[in-house]
């Protein structure tokens, strides 16, 4: 198993990161996990700190030659904020000294964890809270699971993903756009498994889920139809104007996925559970569904079942509503997981609050922050969901290196 722990806070100096179990020979340099680094600031309506935090990682242990040894690898990814904002942030969060003279801040937002946090762990000052909570945490955790997004990599496993709804403007459900995914990655109804699987096929080519990602990177909102795209930028751009902010909803497709990995035998092996729990560890993530889930309760069970044909020694469904999962297990479609969030708590336009000191009601008061961060939530979710794949192909194919894992799928 492939475990990781993230470490920092968001105006802290730095954010540190340990990924151990990773099989030996994987081949990894900093740049593969930059790439990725950079997308998470993609998107229109970001905040003001995607204009000079520039994430780029330092490995420090556990790679040698460019490949992983099996070994822990440790990580730091420097916060630029820590030297550039202007707002004290590196004062007030020093791990020296003790606090006297340090403004604290008292009127929790509505909606984020503000308020439950400083009850919980009996602060007198939000800050602690603010910054441990922030989303800044998941650059790390994309650092970590790029990681195990390059051993999947070479077993030709590949995960994209795309926007499909910011606030008000999105597609009328799954149909609207299946043609379009099966069509960059290189999928006809009822194909099969489709791209990548087996042993190192189609590693790094521009099919399967990487098509995906090829396509929704040169959209400013990482959706693949341009009107909607333009529909979504205005609407950012008048709730912008209104002090408010947007959700939306984002999809994450895994191809190359061999059959079995997950099991029906035990509740917390099952796969669909685990991508849930993971998509509901990101900031913001309120609800996850698997394949056509919330459009399949509406349904009949005739449309919702997949049909399954026998081609060539392998049996594929004609349709894949189930997101490749059924009875816990991967079934060799490719995997749909769709990730809703909420919108932003920070606000312009203040909402009502209290005075965790005095109790006075007052409206709160303004963190810079993003208009909506869909899209960049869009590549957090590939990164954890390739975590969870990573980790499920270990639990049924083993071994301590990369040759090892890969004839045994073979």
Known sequence: MIRYLTAGESHGEALIGIVEGVPAGVSLTAEDINVHLARRWMGFGRGGRAKFEQDLVHIYSG????KTMGSPIALRLDNA?????????????????????????????????????????????????????SARETAMRVACCSIARAFLEELGIQVGSHVVRIGEVGYDGPMAYRDRLESLMGRGPGSGAGSGVGAGANKGANVGANAINDAADLNEVRMLDEALSARCIEHIKEVKKE??????????????????????????????????HAILSIQAQKGVEIGDGIAA??????????????????????????????GGMSNGMPIIVRGYMKPIPTLIKPLGTADIVTGEQQPTRYERSDVTSVPAASTVAEAVV??????????KFGGDSLDEIRERLR
Do not use: C
């Not at 929790?108 to 503000?114: E, L, T, V």
């Not at 902010?245 to 917390?268: F, I, K, R």
């Not at 390739?386 to 639990?395: D, K, S, Y």
């Open 63 to 66: 790679i040698r030659f460019s």
């Open 81 to 133: 904020a820590y030297q550039q904002d202007k707002s004290g942030w590196p004062e007030v969060m020093a791990i020296g000294g003790s606090g006297d003279g340090i403004e604290k801040i008292t009127l929790p937002r509505p909606g984020h964890a503000d308020l439950t946090g400083t009850q919980k762990y009996g602060f007198d000052d939000i800050r602690p809270v603010i910054d441990r909570s």
């Open 243 to 276: 002090g408010d902010s947007l959700g939306g909803v984002y999809e994450v497709v895994v191809t190359g996925v061999p059959v079995g990995l997950g099991s029906y035998a035990q509740w917390d092996r099952k796969l669909d559970a685990r991508l849930g």
């Open 386 to 395: 390739a975590m969870e794949i990573a980790n499920a192909l270990l639990e």
């Open 297 to 326: 309760a509406a349904d009949r069970g005739s449309q919702v079942h997949d049909p399954i044909m026998s081609q060539h020694g392998t049996f594929p469904r004609t349709q894949n509503r189930a997101g490749g999962i059924e």
